[in-house]
């Protein structure tokens, strides 16, 4: 970057940086956007394949879910570190739809590139994107069904459509029930759902339809003790953030003893104060004990002998679900521990789960905290299961607060693309230009649908388009035909805000990078200047013929 200045070239940027400016660094950053969302563009939809992410130590693995491959791999390319950041937005606000997401930027930016080419000005697409983002969002509520938390039958939906292609496969059913009847459990007064409240525990070994829902706590630890009961039924639960062990000294402090019997008087007092601090969690009535820190040899015994189930160093998460599970409060001093802070549950017991003991806490009155244990035949099946699971959790939470969903299938895709293109023969100048480019952009759904399900992309979208103007406004893909059926009576629905979100994420990134007209990398400090390894690496210096 030299400047002519009385002749001599004035140097501003460091030797070795880099710097490409206008179209050129445009071109680059569109490309490695382009890249990313090729890269996660064959998983989207049902029929959508899978990818297989090996990393330096050599673990596997293998999922369907657009943000875990964006995550998993290294991209090193700053325009397209954005597009993961849309991914990981999406997943931290709604849970589901990060590939949708990743796609519509990446046709969005595809579309504006052919813009550019008309020498139409980044600002003024910008701003198209921004008007019809807009508009996309009150079209969608157009087309929104409201729901109640009643329907399960519609959640249970839901939860289908969220795990569809993502390996859960011939049990879905089991795991969607599994799914609206957690979340059901979980739901606070005021509608809003903490999916925080539901421990999901994977378990390698058995079916997938051998995984279940304990109205309770499963927590991965065993009973302290042999000789403590295996089996604990109208369990009155102590949860106790402090340690059963004498306390150390804080102070530096020396005892001297010169006699057998002094030793022996220490040893006896140290004894009976475990013993007093066992008696007066036994006074409260309570029969299990679940501790966050440690527990003594000598308080084992005692408590093994007093008949108390006992687990220790629980995490403090596990306590608080736990609180909400059973009621309880979880108290930091033994000596105040009162019968009224024990929680209570129908049944304590440890039980082998493969070849793990863990400790079920079950038959809770209203638990307001849940578990569910995912079982599968490898890791690689219970991982994948556990995204899945992941994903109708979050979408069922979202349906359950904001009682709103659309159709899937590329439904909303396509009614959105035809009322944008009406909208911007309303809108003059060359933002209209911008605006029916988004209209195309969103078309990209669909078309990836049918593409993955090895249908003809240019069939689908004519047959869906021709529906949308007859007013089915829920005419979506049929993923096995081909044809286009209502979404709603086929059963394939997402909540509003997963649309939402997606779009809203989609334009901003989309328009965030299609401002950026310089790029300058420095020397020092990163791996030499902008690495090459994505597509559109920079190449050389933007010299002075870019206009």
């Known amino acids: 970057m030299a400047g002519q200045f009385g002749g001599t070239p004035v140097l501003i940027l460091k030797e070795g940086s880099q710097r490409t400016a206008g179209r050129e660094a445009q071109k680059s950053n569109i490309m490695a956007a382009k890249a990313v969302a090729g890269a996660v563009r064959t ?6 394949m899978d990818k297989m992410l090996v990393d330096t130590m050599g673990d596997v693995v293998i999922t369907n879910d657009g943000v875990t491959i964006l995550k998993e791999m290294d991209i ?60 996309s969002l009150e079209i969608l509520k157009t087309i929104g069904v409201s729901v109640s938390v009643k329907d399960e039958a519609l959640l249970k939906k839901i939860a289908i459509t969220a795990m569809t292609g993502k ?64 089996k604990v039924t109208g369990a009155k639960i102590a949860l ?38 066992v008696d007066s969690v036994t006074k409260t009535g309570a029969n299990v004990v679940f501790c966050q820190k440690g527990i003594d040899d000598l308080a084992q015994h005692f408590l093994a002998k007093s008949g108390i189930y006992t687990v220790r160093r629980v995490k403090k998460s596990d306590m608080e679900k736990l609180a ?6 979880v108290v930091t001093s033994i000596h105040d521990l009162t019968a009224k802070d024990l929680g209570k549950a129908g049944l304590v017991e440890e039980r082998k789960i493969g070849d793990e003991k863990m400790t079920f ?45 659309v159709p899937g299938g590329g439904a909303p895709e396509v009614e959105l693309a035809l009322r944008l ?8 100048g060359r933002e209209q230009l911008a605006i029916e480019a988004f209209a195309d952009a969103m078309e990209v759904i ?33 993923m096995d035909t081909g044809e286009p059926v209502d979404m709603l009576k086929l059963g394939v629905i997402e909540p509003l805000r997963v649309k939402t979100q997606a779009i809203n994420s989609a334009a901003e990134a989309a328009v965030m990078i299609l401002r950026i007209d310089d790029v300058i990398a420095s020397k020092s400090g990163g791996p030499g200047g902008m690495p090459g390894g994505m597509p559109g690496g920079m190449g050389g210096m933007g010299g002075d013929d870019f206009e």
């Not at 997401?101 to 994107?129: M, S």
């Not at 049918?450 to 979208?461: P, R, T």
């Open 43 to 48: 998983t989207l939809g049902p029929k959508g």
């Open 324 to 329: 909400r599970a059973t009621g309880g409060r």
């Open 361 to 405: 806490v079950e038959e809770c009155d209203n638990p307001k905290s849940v578990s569910i244990i995912l079982r599968g035949g490898t890791e690689h099946v219970v991982d994948e299961l556990d995204r899945a699971m992941e994903d109708a959790l979050r979408v069922v939470g979202v349906v359950v607060e904001d009682k709103m969903l």
């Open 76 to 135: 090193e390319h700053p325009a397209a570190k954005m597009m993961v950041e849309i991914a990981k937005t999406q997943d931290a606000e709604v849970g589901d739809g990060t590939t949708t997401a990743v796609v519509l930027a990446g046709e969005l930016l595809k579309q504006a590139e052919a813009l550019l080419d008309q020498e139409i000005h980044p600002t003024v697409i910008a701003a198209g994107y921004r008007a019809a983002a807009d508009k």
């Open 167 to 230: 390996g859960s496969g011939t049990a879905r059913d089991d795991l969607a029930d599994l799914t609206v009847q957690a979340i059901k459990a979980v739901v606070d007064e005021d509608g809003s759902v903490d999916t925080d409240n539901i421990t999901v525990e994977k378990k390698v070994g058995g079916g997938i339809t051998d995984s279940e829902l304990v109205h309770g706590m499963v927590i991965d630890k065993d009973r302290l003790h042999p000789n403590m009961p295996k």
């Open 446 to 478: 669909p078309k990836t649908l049918a593409e993955n399900a090895g249908l003809d992309q240019i069939d689908c979208l004519v047959a869906l388009r021709s529906q949308h103007e007859k007013g089915v406004k829920s005419a979506g893909l049929d």
């Open 240 to 277: 106790l953030n402090a340690a059963i062990e004498i306390e150390k000294t804080e102070v530096d402090a020396k005892i001297e003893i010169t006699s057998p019997d002094q030793l022996q008087a220490f040893l006896d007092q140290e004894e009976s104060m475990l013993r007093n601090m």
């Open 421 to 428: 293109r009406e909208y911007a023969a309303t809108v003059g």
